[in-house]
């Protein structure tokens, strides 16, 4: 397995006042949001990725390189524009996340 982590947030990090909908951010959070957007975009590659979110830090163990290129590959361009982010993370179920 190939591992992916972000561990104490991201390089731009969103300030509560700007981080919509008032949520936390942690590990537990990032699952809830991560596995929301890749049912809208990618729902066949979450039968290659695992989980394993903690307090400080969210971490993903893909089932091979061309899963962790994909993860990466879809999820870098929203992660990398804040404002796209926000419109993911607004319209997420919340009973979702675990934040």
């Known amino acids: 397995m190939l591992l992916i982590s972000v561990k104490d947030g991201m390089k ?7 981080w ?10 990032w699952e809830g949001h ?9 729902p066949e590659l979450l039968d290659h ?3 394993d979110p903690e307090a400080g830090a969210f ?7 061309a899963s962790m290129e994909r993860f990466v590959n ?3 361009p929203i992660f990398s524009d804040l404002t796209k982010l926000a419109t993911y993370v607004e319209a997420a179920d919340r009973d979702r996340v675990d934040d």
């Open 12 to 18: 731009e990090r969103p300030s509560q006042e700007t």
């Open 20 to 29: 919509p909908s008032g949520y936390e951010g942690n590990g537990y959070c």
């Open 34 to 42: 991560i596995t929301q957007l890749l049912e809208q975009l990618d």
């Open 49 to 51: 990725i695992e989980f």
């Open 59 to 65: 971490f993903a163990y893909a089932d091979s390189k």
């Open 74 to 76: 879809l999820l870098s």
